[in-house]
């Protein structure tokens, strides 16, 4: 049996995650995404290729672990999270497409793809709304839009730049949530934790614990784990950081973490996480 894992580099999560293993006598294969010459023709291999069991799929960019992943799947891996699943969590509008066509309650969203409909979407939703690249993480680039000439504003901004997935314009009903959400931790066929992130003078409206919001443990009561388990269901099973805002109307799932971060969160969680997560590659791996 042999167990992988991709990054980018190593960070505090997967630091844990390489030591949770070597604590279960397994020493993970690491495939780091900027140094993996992948060839395409012939009978060449990456890095592992064909030789991996599992692989945790740990990239900072989007596009190299859609890339990896789908290479890595083709020489027989089981990684996790899949292909599939990243290429659906990591895009909003597919994410939100696939969780509307569930019966999973989320914000009332729109996409459009030029000035003028973007206009027209925020006439529905109204003001204030959110505005958010359909492509990113952190909360980066992820706008409140309080009036008119704010949209006018951000919408101009959006046209001058380069990259062309900032021309799809992603708009949500802005949650009028209690200064915090929940980020919930799916592992396999468990919510094995959840975590109120709470937002601070630091962090303004936006709750992010990268962008200084503040995490506080919270109980992972049925409807949450049912509702968690229903959203991660969309991609299928695996490792996932499911993102929720309580409304006057009940919870409301806004987006799924394929790649999930959880160094911020995990002592008020009380659980061992990379422990858990390292089980369950294990697990993958047997089967």
Known sequence: MKIGICYTFVSAENKMLLDSAKERGVELERVI???????????????GAGEID??????????????????????????????????ICGDKMLCSLELAKAGIPTPKTYVSFV?????????????????KPVVGSWARLVHRINDADALDAELESREEMGNHLQKIYYLQEHVN???R????????????????????????????????GLASKCEVTPELSELCLKAAGIVGEGIYGVDLMESEHGLLVHEINHAV????????MGVDVAGKMIDYLIKTAKN
Not at 195 to 201: A, L
């Open 261 to 268: 971060e959880f160094r911020n969160s995990f002592q008020a």
């Open 33 to 47: 995404d900027g140094e993996a010459v992948l060839e395409l023709s012939g009978n060449g291999h990456g890095p």
């Open 115 to 131: 000035p003028e409909s973007a206009r027209s979407a925020a006439s529905k939703l109204g003001f204030p709304l959110v505005m």
């Open 177 to 179: 949530k209690p200064g």
């Open 181 to 212: 959400d929940i980020r919930a931790l799916v592992v396999g066929e468990e919510v094995i934790a959840a975590v109120y992130r709470n937002s601070t003078q630091k962090s303004g409206w936006i709750t992010n614990t990268s962008r200084g």
């Open 54 to 87: 599992a692989l945790v799929q740990r990239s900072v960019s989007y596009s190299r672990g859609l890339y990896l992943s789908y290479y890595y799947e083709l020489a027989g891996t089981k990684v996790v999270n899949s292909y599939n699943a990243a290429r």
